[in-house]
């Protein structure tokens, strides 16, 4: 038998974000219900949003339900609060691999 696999990184498509982190889907309510379901199986997973500067706005209508994002990947970058990003990906020998990438505010 097969376990489940739990991501550690979701990318999550979006029409609009906000620097708070908050974003503006497609109007099913797919990832809004997803998350919190994956964030339960790993505490560590991270929704990374994906999308333009263009598409950042200053204020979106929220709901209690949305789910806000741990990242932002634009043209420009990867954009988050704090000091890094930090992925641990396992190569095909098992051996870890820690990759740093800079970080901007959203």
Do not use: C
């Amino acid at each position: 038998d097969l376990e489940p696999a739990v991501p550690n990184v979701v990318l999550v498509p979006l029409l609009a974000w906000t620097r708070a982190g908050h974003r503006l889907g497609y109007g099913g309510g797919y990832y809004d219900a997803t998350l919190p379901a994956l964030r339960a199986d790993n505490s560590a997973l991270r929704a990374v949003g994906v999308g333009y500067e263009g598409q950042r706005v200053d204020t979106l209508p929220l709901e209690d339900h949305d789910e806000p994002l741990d990242f932002m990947l634009t043209e420009r970058g990867l954009k988050a609060g704090g000091s890094y990003l930090t992925f641990l990906i396992a190569d095909s020998t098992q051996s870890l691999f820690e990759w740093r990438f800079g970080r901007t505010r959203l």
